[in-house]
Each structure stands twice: as C-alpha cells, then as structure tokens.
T-cell receptor, first 114, second 114 residues
Framework: KQEVTQIPAALSVPEGENLVLNCSFT??????LQWFRQDPGKGLTSLLL?????REQTSGRLNASLDKSSGRSTLYIAASQPGDSATYLC?????????????FGKGTHLIIQP | KAGVTQTPRYLIKTRGQQVTLSCSPI?????VSWYQQTPGQGLQFLFE???????NKGNFPGRFSGRQFSNSRSEMNVSTLELGDSALYLC?????????????FGPGTRLTVL
C-alpha cells in the first residue's frame, strides 16, 4: 500500500527566504506526482504536476523535482512571500491504469512571516 | 472556464440521517473523484467515476456511495451518518484519467454530524 510522508509538518520562515519542502513515497510505481496548496477552509489548488518520466517542473517561483528510484520529491519555493502561507500537499497517482485516486501526504503547514 | 463546483458548501446533520452531496466538474472533464479530508486521517480517496461507471473505490464502508450522470455531474451519498463522518468532502475532476491528468479540486462541502 502506497504511503506518502511529508517533512516537516510545519515550517515558519521570514519573508524573502528560499525554502524546500520534502515528500517521500514508499512505492516507486507511480504515474505522476502533484503538489497542491490548500488555504484554510478551501479546496486544493494544483501547483505542479510531474509525470513519472520527468525529473522536474517549474512554475514561476516554484520548482518541483522527482526522483522515482529513491521515492522522493522536493518543492522549492524561491523568495518566499506572506501570500505563500498555506498548507502544501504532495500526492502521488498510482497504478490501476491510472484510475486509482491520488494518495496524499499529511501536508506541510507553511507560515511566511512578514 | 468555470472551475469545479460543489453544493452545498456546508451541511449539518444528525446521526442516522443520510446526506447527498453534488459536484459539477469542469466542462469537458469526464472523470470525477471524491475525497474525504479529516484532521486525523488527512485526505483519503473515496471513489472515482468515468462515463457514469465507478472505476475505482477506496477503503470506505458501503454507507458511502456515488453516481455520475451523463453530463459528468456526480453525487455522493452517505447513509446512516456517524459522528466520524464529519469532514470536508472534496470533489476533483480531470480530463480522463486521474492518475495521469492534473486533477482540479472544488471548494469542498463541510459536513458536520451531531
């Protein structure tokens, strides 16, 4: 059974810092890995999707990497801003022809101090 | 393009009642997935529908059921509600395959069972 772990569970940094969020998964047979952000009481917003054949994806100040063989992914946030404060969730899309639901980690609660 | 919509946004029910939640996917998306989010368990996959057929189901009791209509709109039903069913229920849509396509989430329905 796929398990996804995110470290750290919570992180508080001053504005302007670069930071890295970590995600690990136990079964490397994945179709893709997605990073989401969730604001309090809201749904999830997709940030980046990395297919299993890719090594990284970039969008603005965000960069996500994927190392399938070691079961790890990182989300790098450059020049953090208070608006980046949210919970960041990592999710892997598994086998079953891709119809399996995503398996999520518990998230990293990020606070950017102004 | 309109996003994923869920109705109602908030529900309060008592133990033993049943509830129906509704989800309208992004236009053109044919796959709809449902997730339950609780503080203790995080996000857990309930089931996924494509072309009115349930393709996959998570590890939830039979009290949780769903269906999809010909216009891709989906409903989920929970019968004989228990206190532990209190959660944020999220719906996500994707083009065809949730394991390979980006999933777009709705704002969720907050269910409180008293």
């Amino acid at each position: 059974k796929q398990e996804v772990t995110q470290i750290p569970a919570a992180l508080s940094v001053p504005e302007g810092e670069n930071l890295v969020l970590n995600c690990s998964f136990t079964d490397s047979a994945i179709y893709n890995l997605q990073w989401f952000r969730q604001d309090p009481g809201k749904g999830l917003t997709s940030l980046l999707l990395i297919q299993s054949s890719q090594r990284e994806q970039t969008s603005g100040r965000l960069n996500a990497s994927l190392d399938k063989s070691s079961g790890r992914s990182t989300l790098y946030i450059a020049a953090s801003q208070p608006g980046d404060s949210a919970t960041y969730l990592c999710a892997v899309g598994g086998t079953g022809g891709g119809a399996d639901g995503l398996t999520f980690g518990k998230g990293t609660h990020l606070i950017i101090q102004p | 393009k309109a996003g994923v919509t869920q109705t109602p946004r908030y529900l309060i029910k008592t133990r033993g009642q049943q509830v129906t939640l509704s989800c309208s996917p992004i236009s053109g998306h044919r796959s709809v997935s449902w997730y339950q989010q609780t503080p203790g368990q995080g996000l857990q996959f309930l089931f996924e529908y494509f072309s009115e057929t349930q393709r996959n189901k998570g590890n939830f009791p039979g009290r949780f059921s769903g269906r999809q209509f010909s216009n891709s709109r989906s409903e989920m039903n929970v019968s004989t509600l228990e206190l532990g069913d209190s959660a944020l229920y999220l719906c996500a849509s994707s083009m065809v395959t949730p394991g390979t396509d980006t999933q777009y989430f709705g704002p969720g329905t907050r269910l409180t069972v008293l």
